[in-house]
Nanobody, 125 residues
Framework: QVQLVESGGGLVQAGGSLRLSCAAS????????GGWFRQAPGKEREFVAC????????VYADSVKGRFTISRDHAKNTMYLQMNSLKPEDTAVYYC??????????????????WGQGTQVTVSS
């Protein structure tokens, strides 16, 4: 079992920045690929980024590439999502996830085994 707890969400103006954190406990988080997904009202959960998911690399959705950065601190058992140049369309509940064997399905929510409870990010125009 891996327990994940997100924090760092909030309200920010367009162009601003936020850093989300995902604190893990339980089994060794470092053995899992880490992912961030988001879900806006009325929409399906969508992939944002993952780390150590494809040959140890990071992968980003096209919509956030160049603006968001995923990272992890193994010593703190924590994963981060630094979000810069935020846009109103980034408004969503953000979820972190851990997947033991995501393989080529790293952008698919079903390939992740554990999820956090989500944190709201609201970007005003």
């Amino acid at each position: 079992q891996v327990q994940l707890v997100e924090s760092g969400g909030g309200l920010v103006q367009a162009g601003g920045s936020l850093r989300l954190s995902c604190a893990a406990s339980g089994r060794t988080f470092s053995r899992y690929a880490g992912g961030w997904f988001r879900q806006a009202p009325g929409k399906e959960r969508e992939f944002v980024a993952c780390i150590d998911c494809r040959g140890g690399s990071t992968v980003y959705a096209d919509s956030v590439k160049g603006r968001f950065t995923i990272s992890r601190d193994h010593a703190k058992n924590t994963m981060y999502l630094q979000m810069n140049s935020l846009k109103p369309e980034d408004t969503a509940v953000y979820y972190c996830a851990a997947g033991y064997s995501t393989g080529s399905g790293y952008s698919t929510a079903a390939r992740y085994d554990y999820w956090g409870q989500g944190t709201q990010v609201t970007v005003s125009s």
